[in-house]
């Protein structure tokens, strides 16, 4: 009988089992993916492809292989994730505009530091830089480190790479993981290895110490570091912000009729990529905003040799007013948030300085403490074997003896091992009971017997004792290094000293406590502009002379037209009772023909999800009395300066599942003869007096205007002496609004027939 299906189904707590389940994968995208481990400061993704790249022997000497190669091979045997990631990883460790010190020697188009993609896997090469090989791959058939199963238990890998720098500082890092992101900056080598040193020399060192021989980071693309006075706290907190600039030369004119430059020759790190156009078109609007006229031309001439932005000024230009335009409005200065997270015993830690480096220097004893154990054991091996072949060779003519009267192998092995004679044919009882005496290990009967003639040669049986005695001398070395703790230290600082001589390089970023960049824009000239708006939404302002010149035409096109000061801003009121605010100078100018820009691009408004009903200059909204309209027929007055706000976008009124209709400027008092008419969608009308209408704060919803029939809604509000309008056109007759009968507010309106 089968079982019941019903009898295998567990009840199971959902919360809790989704709980376990998120963070599980939390953890694993944090220390399997996302987050470099603190002792090789590598990433997964990053160490898996530099390990199938020794594996495939892609040394610095040897010719370059195709990505792709090295891309399968890795996602293989290594990292499942798709090949995409680990292209990426591959590109980035070759970009050295990204990293401190590249880790792969790319053959190719690997990208540009202007954004430019690399070429597909297909077309590009690699293979492992020269630090690579020596300071990140050494040593690994040495067991310095534990190797694991991989992805399903077929090959074996590396858990972390024995690296002999720190790598986390060396090159930094980035990472987003799940709720937690890394962001360390490269430092320079030198500087890093002689931090280690001292650290070596003294581990209670603190971070300020630390910091006599780090300056600060030290950016691929050069730059300056503006917060020196910042960076104790950031080294000792591993958080915090650091602010960078470019570098920025005058180049002044050489020849007659040349212009004087403004070189930009260094740019903040966290320009690179996309960013470099960014910044080449902010400049652009800043020209052609008018916010500065020292800028005659801007050129990109820069090339693999490095950055080149050339800005051509105009004769007698501010030069330091113009650095700091430049500074403040574009990414010339910029931040770089320090985050210095990595995973410590396999579990994420925020780090300082000396963190990172007490970690990567312990971790370092420990490779090279399993080097040398297991090269000296090779060592023993070796002394064992050759203090066999030395003795033999002293009593060589009784092992020939032995050789020559035994029938195979296994009575000579037993012979030079025991003693035991067997049934061995000896030439004389003299050598049997010599044979008896012998107690050769297995490893030396080995070498015996595989002994060849030659090496009973005087010389060979010489530089036999020598090697025995170079043998014995390097195990006293070895067993001295790791006895010995200063050995230990003395052995990693002559790596050290090795790697900075041949890869050690001058810094490139500048470290400093700069002056804060203040720029204070030129005085504005007020004058009268006009702001325009078309019925698609595209805007523009105009100067007087050419509204004045087009106005017949400008009332045709334009929806909107409003007047105003070009220090002033423009409040856009939409259906859903907010209202958008953007500062006149930031409304591009333009001539009658120009299109214009997208109000979306402007403000806050977004012409997907609501529409503009009214459009007033800041002025004469505060200094007036607003009627709000709604389209069931909710109307209130107000004051306008109640909207005087710094906020892009307010809520101009409240509204209950109701939308604006209408909102007119009308000044309004109790004594106000002045009368409102509402039109409906099904062509009903009201007329009444303006004064009914309460005045009210932003919050109110206001009072009923019309009482409409079901499915009616409020399309039209017209206040005839405040909008100077006396008749409309309704089904292509003039409607007069005098012939309207004067009613009541909230009464019924009359329904115009024609």
Not at 259 to 266: F, M, T
Not at 701 to 715: E, P
Request: aromatic share 6%; with cysteine; proline share 3%.
């Amino acid at each position: 009988m089968e079982d019941n299906i019903f009898d295998k189904i567990h009840e199971v707590d959902l919360q809790k089992t989704m709980e376990k389940s998120y963070i599980d994968y939390a953890m694993s995208v944090i220390c399997a993916r996302a987050l470099p481990d603190a002792r090789d400061g590598l990433k997964p993704v990053q160490r898996r492809v530099l390990y199938s790249m020794d594996e495939l022997g892609l040394r610095y000497d040897r010719p370059h292989r195709k990505s792709a190669r090295i891309v399968g091979d890795t996602m293989g045997k290594y990292h499942p994730h798709g090949d995409s990631s680990i292209y990426e990883s591959l590109v980035v460790m070759s970009q050295d505009f990204k990293k401190g010190i590249p880790l792969v020697d790319g053959h190719g188009n690997f990208g540009s530091i202007e954004g430019d993609g690399a070429a597909a896997m297909r077309y590009t090469e690699a293979r492992l830089q020269k630090i690579t090989q020596e300071a990140y791959l050494a040593d690994l058939d040495k067991n310095v480190v534990d190797f694991v199963s991989n992805f399903d238990e077929t090959e074996k890998e590396p858990e972390v790479l024995p690296v002999k720098i720190p790598n986390l500082l060396v090159n930094g890092a980035d990472g987003i993981a799940v709720g937690m992101t890394t962001s360390i900056p490269p430092h320079n080598l030198s500087e890093v290895i002689d931090a280690v040193k001292a650290y070596m020399r003294k581990e209670s060192i603190t971070n300020e110490e630390l910091m006599e021989y780090i300056q600060g980071p030290d950016f691929p693309t050069g730059g300056i570091v503006i917060n020196k006075k910042d960076l104790l706290n950031i080294y000792s907190s591993g958080i915090g912000k650091i602010k960078l600039r470019g570098k920025v030369t005058l180049e002044p004119a050489k020849k007659r009729g040349e212009k004087d430059k403004l070189v930009i020759s260094e740019i903040p790190y966290t320009m690179i990529g996309n960013n470099i156009s960014k910044f080449l078109s902010d400049i652009v609007s800043l020209i052609e905003n008018k916010v500065t006229t020292d800028i005659l031309d801007i050129s990109n001439e820069s090339s693999k040799d490095g950055i080149r932005i050339v800005l051509e000024l105009r004769k007698g230009a501010d030069v330091e007013r113009l650095k700091n335009l430049l500074y403040k409005k574009t990414k010339l200065e910029d931040t770089f948030g320090v985050n210095m997270l990595a995973i410590v015993n396999g579990r994420p830690e925020t780090l300082d300085l000396k963190g990172i480096i007490e970690n990567h220097t312990q971790f370092h004893y420990e490779v090279t403490r399993r080097k040398y154990k297991t090269l000296l054991n090779k060592l023993y091996e070796q002394r064992e074997i050759k203090e066999g072949l030395i003795k033999a060779c002293d009593m060589i003519d009784l092992i020939i003896e032995i050789i020559r009267g035994s029938k195979n192998q296994k009575e000579v092995k037993a012979c030079l091992t025991k003693g035991d004679v067997g049934n061995i044919r000896f030439q004389s009882s003299d050598s049997m009971i010599e044979a008896t005496k012998l107690s050769f290990t297995d490893k030396q009967a080995s070498a015996i017997l595989d002994l060849k003639l030659y090496r009973l040669i005087g010389l060979e049986i010489l530089m036999l004792k020598e090697e025995y005695e170079e043998i014995v001398t390097k195990i006293a070395e070895y067993e001295d290094i790791l006895a010995n703790e200063k050995s230990l230290k003395n052995v990693i600082r002559k790596e050290l000293d090795l790697i900075k001589k041949e890869f050690g390089s001058q810094r490139k970023t500048i470290v400093e406590d700069a002056k804060e960049a203040v720029y204070v824009a030129a005085p504005i000239k007020e004058e009268t502009v006009y702001f325009v708006m078309d019925r698609f939404g595209y805007s523009k302002t105009m100067d007087k002379a050419t509204y004045q010149r087009n106005k017949d035409n400008i009332l045709k096109e334009y929806k909107f037209i409003v007047p105003c000061m070009n220090t002033d801003k423009i409040c856009v009121f939409t259906n859903l009772g907010l209202m958008h605010q953007i500062k006149v100078l930031d409304i591009p100018a333009g001539k009658f023909r120009d299109k214009g820009v997208p109000i979306d691009n402007l403000c806050n408004y977004d012409s997907a999800k609501e529409y503009i009903i009214q459009v007033l200059d800041v002025q004469t909204m505060i200094h007036s009395t607003l009627l709000f309209a709604t389209a069931k027929s909710m109307l209130k007055v107000m004051d306008g300066d109640l909207l005087n706000a710094s906020k892009r976008t307010v809520q101009a009124t409240k509204l209950s599942e109701d939308e604006l209709v209408a909102v007119i400027v009308a000044d309004w008092s109790e004594e106000s003869e002045d009368k409102v008419v509402l039109q409906t969608k099904d062509g009903v009308f009201l007329k009444f007096p303006y004064a009914e209408i309460p005045k009210k704060k932003k919050s109110a919803l206001g009072v009923r205007g019309m009482k409409l029939s079901k499915d009616d809604l409020i399309t039209n509000v017209y206040v005839m002496d405040a909008q100077n309008i006396s008749s409309i056109m309704y089904k292509e007759k003039e409607l007069e609004f005098n012939r309207l009968k004067l009613s009541k507010r909230d009464t019924k309106g009359t329904k115009v027939r024609r």
